[in-house]
């Protein structure tokens, strides 16, 4: 394949993405009192940020799929570069993924709840963030390192290295999803919430 | 709001991995697990050196001039030592063990435009992954003997094989010969700080099929009688005032250039069994004597000084052996490519440069300047700064495969190396090339750990969340209900 269309793509992606992060944002920052009188905007936002962010994960995945398809798996693995873009989209489409998921799970109530507003917002700067350094690991823009690669690294992780933790931060990481998984699943209150949603529905 | 300790304890988690993970993603190839070689590799903040380059020449020399930092500058090589009535030897290990003795050495390929790519890759066409050293079993020696004739498998032109990933497919004498004439090979100016340098001469070398030494005899022999087991001489105590050196002061690295840490021609006598040798005397394995031949072509002569090597070579623009050598020219541009052997190191455990263009009188990376009289005033010539790269196991037959490199198309296409890298990130990638496997393997594993993170905190946060977060209602809806929406537009 011509990693020309490969470019293409991820253009397209980090376009629809950003339109839909921004959209998003917008959507958590007319809770603020002092944005109150354009809330009339709030089902448009919302709507367009579906829309946007539905369009870029499927994009992503062509993205993924595309970049692949330049070159070899095993050429991909090798380098340390590559390495960090797998790890980093995949990420970025987790991220838009659980968006997308909760979104549709709870319906345009999630913006009236604060926390679940929150989490939706910070699900896609989140995204974003990864969007930016997927295109940034290794991509150069017209000949230029991208500037937002030297601000990953500024803030201590070296992209040019792999990623990877050494075992016991994962098994740290696996101990603290445990823990907070139990946390929540033994909550009397979020139990109730859970048997309200049954009442309630979903859309 | 209200914030229940549950939420707080998610919130809490994801804190504390987003910084863990900040912390040792930050750290990079050294969490990572211990290499196949066991041995002992630089560190992040170890994987570039500066070479200053400066050259001059005159109607019949050009003089080449190194510098570059060090530590703790190397004058040894291997040794005999002196222990319970025996010969024991030590040092000269190119296996990266942890305290080798091991000489510093610069050096460098020169070509002039004969071998295609090496204006653009350098050394790394010289080296395969079946090369020696380059994994964790070598060829056997006696297989590699029996097909080609070389016992063991050094730096080799991709052009010397009918199939450069097959040492077995190497060309026969004649094809070689045809290739050498044609001006197929590197040149390889190879300075040693202990097996010439000492009486002034640096080894002269080529790579085409290997890393051969020109014709004539190298200025290093074997000081060491096999029937006898023991040397064959010592030093001249009127001269040096020693017999032997200690083996405490050379693992001290206590030496300097002026003591007599080196066996010659000019400071020995032939070995005496019966001194009263005591355990720790110990006498080089190298005995030096002039060289001679073509391989004869090229005088040095070094200082350290404010923690810095300097090393002057000079040798004849024409020295008569245009098969062994590259015959230079005034207003001749040549490609170069240097790399240093530092902190008593030897094999591929060293410091490499990508190929510079060095101009006899016009415009190039490093600029020969024409001098007159005996010598050059360096201080009139400006230093060309060339940094260097640990470069691991990166291998010619590895970065031309498509199946294994992704930029092997633009090698094909002969793209510059800097279309795609540097010299820092080479550094990084030759580090990484040492525990490829390995690094895969904790790779997957953290990515596949941060999915499963980012779903279960995601999970976990929004079963509190819907419990504890304040549901907006009334004028405070941000977005109202679809379900309620759907039955307005309905109505």
């Known amino acids: ?203 | 709001m209200e914030f229940s300790p549950r939420l707080v304890g998610v919130i809490a988690g994801v804190v504390a991995v987003t910084v863990l993970s900040l912390v040792f993603a930050s750290e990079g190839v050294r969490n990572g697990p211990t290499g196949p070689f066991g041995t002992v590799q630089p560190g992040t903040d170890e994987l570039l050196m500066d070479l200053d380059i400066q050259a001059a020449y005159d109607d019949d020399d050009i003089v080449m001039r190194f510098s570059w930092p060090t530590d703790a500058p190397s004058l040894y090589h291997d040794y005999f030592v002196y222990e319970g009535g025996e010969w024991v030897r030590y040092g000269g290990e190119a296996d990266g063990s942890a305290f080798p003795l091991n000489e510093d050495r610069v050096h460098f390929l020169l070509d002039d435009g004969s071998v295609d790519g090496f204006e653009h890759y350098g050394g790394f066409m010289t080296v395969f992954s079946f090369t020696r050293m380059m994994s964790p079993e070598d060829v056997d020696e006696d297989e590699s003997e029996a097909a080609i004739g070389q016992d063991d498998l050094r730096k080799m032109l991709p052009g010397s094989m009918e199939d450069h990933t097959d040492w077995r497919t190497l060309r026969d004498e004649d094809e070689l010969a045809d290739l050498r004439q044609a001006g197929y090979f590197l040149d390889l100016w190879h300075w040693r700080s202990h097996r010439s340098n000492p009486i002034g001469w640096s080894d002269d070398q080529f790579v085409l099929d290997r890393r051969r030494s020109d014709d004539g005899e190298g200025a290093a022999s074997t000081n060491f009688d096999d029937d006898l087991e023991q040397p064959e001489w010592m030093f001249d105590p009127d001269l040096t005032g020693q017999y032997a050196m200690s083996w405490d002061r050379i693992q001290s690295l206590d030496y300097t250039l002026d003591d007599p840490y080196y066996l010659s021609e000019f400071n020995s006598v032939p070995f005496d069994p019966d001194h009263d040798w005591q355990d720790g005397d110990t006498i080089p394995r190298r005995f030096l004597t002039e060289p001679e031949g073509s391989r004869a072509a090229i005088f040095s002569q070094a200082t350290i000084d404010n923690g810095r090597w300097t090393v002057e070579l000079r040798r004849a623009l024409d020295t008569g052996s245009p098969e062994d050598d590259k015959i230079l020219e005034e207003f001749g541009r040549y490609d170069l490519a240097p790399a240093v052997h530092a902190g008593a190191t030897a094999g591929r455990w060293h410091y490499v440069g990508m190929p510079v263009t060095l101009g006899l009188g016009r415009d190039a990376d490093v600029e020969a300047m024409r001098f007159s009289g005996d010598g050059p005033d360096w201080d009139a010539i400006e230093p060309t700064t060339v940094e260097l790269f640990y470069p691991g196991v990166i291998a010619w037959d590895y970065l031309a495969n498509r199946q294994t490199h992704a930029g092997a198309g633009a090698i094909d296409a002969n793209a510059s190396f800097y279309a795609a890298h540097d010299e820092e990130k080479m550094g990084f990638y030759a580090l990484e090339s040492e525990f490829r496997d390995e690094i895969i393997s904790q790779w997957l594993w953290t990515t596949l750990m941060w999915v499963v993170f980012i779903l279960g905190s995601v999970v976990a946060f929004m079963r509190l969340a819907r419990r504890y977060g304040r549901e907006r209602t009334g004028d405070e809806t941000i977005v109202r209900d679809d379900a309620l929406r759907a039955e307005e537009h309905n109505a």
């Open chain 1, 1 to 203: 394949m011509n990693p020309a269309f490969h470019s293409i793509v991820a253009h397209i992606l980090t376009g629809t993405l950003l339109f839909g992060t921004f959209a998003v944002v917008a959507l958590f920052a007319l809770r603020f009192s002092v944005l109150a009188r354009f809330r009339y905007l709030a089902p448009a936002a919302d709507q367009a940020a579906l829309f946007a962010i539905w369009i870029g994960t499927i994009v992503s995945i062509a993205g993924m799929s595309t970049g692949f398809a330049i070159n070899s798996l095993e050429a991909s693995l090798n380098s340390p570069v590559i390495r960090n873009k797998i790890t980093s989209g995949t990420l970025l489409i987790l991220t838009y993924g659980l968006f997308l998921f909760l979104r549709h799970r709870i319906g345009s109530r999630l913006w009236n709840n604060d926390l679940t507003a929150a989490l939706a917002a910070f699900l896609a700067v989140a995204g974003l963030h990864w969007n930016v350094v997927t295109n940034s690991i290794g991509g150069d823009v017209a000949g230029l390192p991208s500037g937002y690669e030297s601000i990953v690294r500024w803030s201590g992780v070296e992209t040019r290295f792999t990623y990877y933790l050494p075992t016991w931060v994962l098994l740290v990481m696996a101990a603290i999803v445990i823990g907070m998984l139990v946390l929540a699943f033994t909550d009397r209150g979020a139990k109730e919430a859970e048997d309200e949603d049954a009442l309630v529905g979903t859309d």
